[in-house]
């Protein structure tokens, strides 16, 4: 006569341990895919965002400088712009300024990230009273269709 047996089969371990391979398997899979894996999606991000905050200040500042000008009708100097929008040292700012007794009528405000090479500027025309601002580009979104094709 046999006893009730408690416990589990040696085949019902062997088939735990294949689906948790394969479980195992297809999460490594999806976190270390050089396309379009979780930890590349990430650090992409991370780049967009960077770029993104670099963009912002750079627009930010230029919109300040923008300001200064309409308010006053004047250009501020490189050391006003740095200082009043808090600019580091990552950022050149260049001001080209036209002298008192120029026939040009245009100043120019460029605003530059050093490291990326992203910039904005302002040109300025203070006979006409125009001003055309070139903001800083933000990044793309790169989205990749990983869906397969029928």
């Known amino acids: 006569m046999m006893k009730n047996q408690k416990g589990i089969t040696l085949i019902a371990l062997?088939?735990?341990?294949?689906v948790l391979l394969i479980l195992?398997?297809?999460?490594?899979a999806m976190l270390t895919d050089p396309n379009n894996g979780i930890l590349t999606q990430a650090t992409r991000a991370k780049?967009?965002?960077?770029?993104a905050e670099i963009?912002?200040?750079?627009?930010?500042?230029?919109?300040?400088?923008y300001a200064t000008i309409l308010g006053e009708e004047k250009v501020q100097s490189k050391e006003e712009i740095k200082s009043e929008n808090g600019l580091t040292t990552e950022y050149d700012v260049q001001v080209n300024s036209i002298p008192e007794n120029s026939t040009e009528d245009v100043?120019?405000?460029v605003i530059k990230h050093i490291k990326t090479e992203k910039e904005g500027k302002i040109i300025y025309n203070?006979?006409?009273?125009?001003?055309e601002i070139k903001k800083a580009k933000y990044?793309?979104?790169?989205?990749?269709?990983?869906?397969?094709?029928?």
């Open 14 to 18: 062997v088939i735990t341990i294949i």
């Open 24 to 28: 195992a398997g297809v999460s490594i």
């Open 47 to 51: 780049n967009n965002t960077s770029e």
């Open 55 to 65: 963009a912002d200040r750079i627009n930010m500042a230029l919109n300040g400088a």
């Open 107 to 109: 100043d120019v405000i």
């Open 126 to 131: 203070s006979k006409t009273k125009k001003c």
């Open 139 to 150: 990044p793309q979104e790169t989205t990749e269709d990983t869906t397969p094709e029928s």
